[in-house]
């Protein structure tokens, strides 16, 4: 069967050819680990295990080698340490916040059903692959010592921009940043710069005498290359990691090991906003995984909302939408529940095989519930769709009807009444003190008696 992807590098859909089919090799840039995962974080941990649980359809599942790592060495942490335990030492404070950020990371992720990498390296722990690279970018003429600082001179490599489409000229053009003296091009990027007093620190490369720390790009450039070696298949992440980090990490890889590529296919999935507006905490609109999984959304229905739209499309995350896909997994979660174990539907297959058409997916999806089929569970639960959560939900909400059913049906009781003597007032004032105990009603008409009837559940 044939796999057609996107290659950001060629802005083209190809064919998709693994260097080893019996090893296809995938690595994708995983969380810096200093706060909550948010959503638009998701998307990428969501996306691209459709592709690994793809490649494993198609390859067999020992033949497929999926990379996503976590950066533990970051600016961002080291502030972020310092700031919530201040009255720790800073080494003990950073292990504690990236320890603890981890496993959050993990507990929020597991319940979106995504299936673990085969590795995932912590950049801590390849400081030695970092040095190695950065001697030898140094030794042969792509990087250069200044200020205690490894740099990468852009100016070595003739084709840098190649990913993100744009020439040096183009981009030195537009450097907006203020340059660092040391640097001798402005568009030059760090590879190892000096630990202050505080920070992390390791021996330096090059001679250099004080002790250092990586810069952010070259972390995947040694972890991918400890674990999938100097050119694999695929790398993916998000849009936004396309330029600088990608660009960037491509340079070092094929700059060390003198290789025309880093990664065959480059895959980049689009930006998530919320409500139609960019996730900021400013703007009060950032939503994490872990408040989403709080408020009561099965982590099934958060990935298979974010499987509606194709990966490569900015998506637009709405309550409303959420909503719809909680109606559309509870009316399948009987056929996932009673899945005989057969294999996925080929059409369902074929969608994907077409650049991860996940909303082609669905569309069959639904033709399979509409006919009936019974292929419908088994290919659920391929997609990663366990039924757990929602079963855990459903539980969740029939304890709660349970334990409310003695308030609930005086209320209604009353409600009714008031109805009955057209004392709208009071029967609205009671829906809505329902309403806050978190209970919905659904007025209907007795076709026989024309009573009104009223039936309430436990709203998410
Ligand atoms: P970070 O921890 O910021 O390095 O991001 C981890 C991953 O999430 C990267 O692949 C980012 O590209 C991706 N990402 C971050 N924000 C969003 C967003 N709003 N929508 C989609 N992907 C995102
Ligand atoms: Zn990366």
Redesign the pocket.
């Known amino acids: 069967m044939v796999l057609r992807l996107y290659n950001t590098l060629t802005r083209q859909k190809g064919d998709f050819q693994p260097i080893d089919p019996s090893n296809v090799r995938m690595y994708?840039?995983?969380?810096?680990?200093y706060d909550y995962?948010?959503?638009?974080?998701?998307?990428?941990?969501i996306v691209f295990d459709v592709l690994f649980r793809l490649l494993r359809h198609i390859y067999g599942p020992d033949h497929v080698t999926y990379v996503r790592n976590i950066?533990d060495v970051d600016d961002k942490i080291n502030a972020r340490a310092a700031e919530r335990y201040p009255e720790l030492a800073p080494e003990a404070a950073i292990r504690k916040l990236t320890e603890e950020t981890a496993a959050q990371f993990h507990k929020d992720i597991a319940a979106l059903g995504v299936l673990a990498p085969t590795v995932e390296p912590r950049a801590t722990e390849h400081i030695l692959e970092m040095v190695e690279l950065c001697d030898t970018l140094v030794k042969n003429g792509h990087a250069y010592v200044a200020a205690d600082h490894v740099l990468f001179d852009v100016s070595s490599m003739p084709d840098y921009g190649r990913l993100s489409n744009r020439s040096l000229e183009e981009m030195e053009a537009g450097a907006r940043v203020e340059v660092a003296p040391y640097k001798k091009g402005p568009m030059d990027f760090v590879l190892w710069k000096p630990s202050k007093p505080g920070e992390p620190a390791w021996p330096s490369p090059a001679g250099i005498k004080v002790p250092g720390r990586p810069g952010w790009h070259i972390e995947c450039s040694a972890m991918s290359w400890k674990h999938l070696g100097k050119v694999f298949d695929i790398h993916?992440?998000?849009?936004?990691?396309t330029f600088p980090?990608h660009e960037n990490e491509i340079a070092q890889s094929r700059c060390a090991h003198g290789t025309p590529v880093m990664a065959n296919l480059w895959m980049?999935?689009?930006?998530?906003?919320v409500e139609g507006e960019?996730?900021s905490k400013s703007l009060g609109n950032f939503i994490t995984i872990h408040e989403l999984l709080e408020d009561g959304w099965p982590g099934e229905v958060l990935r298979f909302n974010m499987l509606r739209t194709h990966y490569r499309q900015?998506?637009d995350w709405t309550k409303k939408s959420l909503e719809e896909s909680a109606r559309i997994l509870d009316s399948w979660r009987p056929a996932i529940e009673t899945a005989n174990g057969n294999a996925p539907a080929q059409s369902v297959i074929d969608a994907l095989a077409d650049d991860l058409n996940t909303p082609a997916a669905i569309a069959e999806l639904h033709k399979l519930a509409n006919a009936g089929d019974p292929g419908l569970g088994s290919t659920l639960r391929f997609l990663g769709f366990s039924g757990e959560t929602l079963r855990a939900k459903a539980e969740k909400q029939a304890e709660t009807a349970g334990a409310m059913a003695d308030r609930v049906a005086p209320l209604i009781a009353a409600r009714l009444e008031a109805r009955k003597r057209k004392d709208f007032a009071e029967s609205d004032r009671i829906r809505d003190e329902l309403s806050a105990m978190g209970i919905a009603l659904k007025d209907t008409k007795n076709k026989q008696t024309g009573e009104i009837e009223t039936t309430w559940e436990v709203m998410r």
């Open positions: 994708v840039c995983g969380p810096t680990v995962a948010h959503i638009g974080n998701a998307r990428p941990v950066t993916g992440g998000g849009i936004d990691l980090h980049h999935n689009g930006f998530l906003q960019k996730m900015p998506i």
